[in-house]
């Protein structure tokens, strides 16, 4: 039986090619947020509190991030949301590369430096996210709370969103995060970015195994070849997956 990330579709130069997009973009969205942060001009929703927590604990932003993740991961029991592959490993890895942006860039830069950094971080967070979400391994831990609240309540997505990023934007900004203009840029530009970047990187998909002749056993008959079924990005844009 296939692993549960593993369509018997999938053939080992695009299963590679699934694993090394889904590892790239976890990586580059941790250096993402790491340019955002030292820009020090406000930083995403999500991160607000990541900063928040920081300052009251002293624990690493990569730790919290875990830490989070986890508590969101917790939240998509009682929404019967099932996680995949990629939201284990997104939960796991983006902390700790965000961690490695930040022991990388230092803080306290000039102005004009850090002016740079907000949109430069904005970019690459978006082409993360359509790299990861590309893969399609299943949506990091914010994604599918967002999603499963979507299915669950029937409220509009955007509805779902706004409310769980008021609330973690405010608990954040209570706790001390950096909230700022960045905060602002971040929310306007995401979405449109990642509305191209997702269709850009995602990964076309055979859902077609080839069919066995009649009275064969797992046989293609002659001259079939599976038909590729165009699938388009199942994504909501998340400010910190």
């Known amino acids: 039986m296939p692993r549960p990330f593993v369509r018997p579709s999938d053939s080992a130069p695009l299963l590679a090619?699934?694993?090394?997009?889904?590892?790239?973009?976890?990586?580059?969205?941790?250096?993402?947020?790491?340019?955002?942060?030292?820009?020090?001009?406000?930083?995403a929703p999500w991160d607000v509190l990541t900063q928040g927590i920081a300052k009251q604990t002293g624990w690493t932003f990569g730790v919290i991030t875990i830490v989070t993740s986890a508590v969101v991961l917790l939240l998509w029991i009682p929404i019967r949301q099932k996680p995949g592959f990629g939201t284990v490993m997104n939960a796991l890895l983006v902390g700790p590369f965000a961690d490695v942006g930040l022991w990388l860039i230092p803080p306290g830069l000039?102005?004009?430096?850090?002016?740079?950094?907000?949109?430069?971080?904005?970019?690459?967070?978006?082409?993360?996210?359509?790299?990861?979400?590309?893969?399609?391994?299943?949506?990091?831990?914010r994604d599918g709370l967002m999603t499963g609240l979507h299915r669950v309540t029937g409220w509009k997505i955007w509805i779902v969103r706004t409310g769980i990023e008021v609330v973690v934007l405010a608990a954040g900004w209570l706790l001390g995060g950096n909230v700022g203009i960045g905060t602002l840029a971040f929310a306007l530009l995401i979405g449109p970015l990642c509305g191209?970047?997702?269709?850009?990187?995602?990964?076309?998909?055979?859902?077609?195994?080839?069919?066995?002749?009649?009275?064969?056993?797992?046989?293609?008959?002659?001259?079939?070849?599976?038909?590729?079924?165009?699938?388009g990005?199942?994504?909501?844009?998340t400010a910190a997956s």
Do not use: C
Not at 112 to 133: E, H, K, M, S
């Open 233 to 237: 990005p199942v994504a909501s844009v």
């Open 110 to 141: 000039d102005l004009w430096v850090r002016v740079l950094l907000l949109p430069a971080g904005i970019v690459v967070v978006a082409i993360a996210t359509g790299l990861y979400i590309g893969a399609h391994f299943g949506p990091g831990p």
């Open 17 to 43: 090619r699934r694993l090394v997009q889904l590892f790239t973009g976890l990586f580059l969205y941790g250096i993402g947020i790491a340019l955002i942060v030292r820009g020090e001009l406000g930083v």
């Open 196 to 231: 191209y970047t997702i269709p850009l990187f995602a990964i076309k998909r055979s859902n077609r195994m080839p069919q066995p002749a009649a009275g064969t056993a797992g046989v293609a008959t002659p001259g079939e070849a599976d038909a590729p079924t165009p699938t």
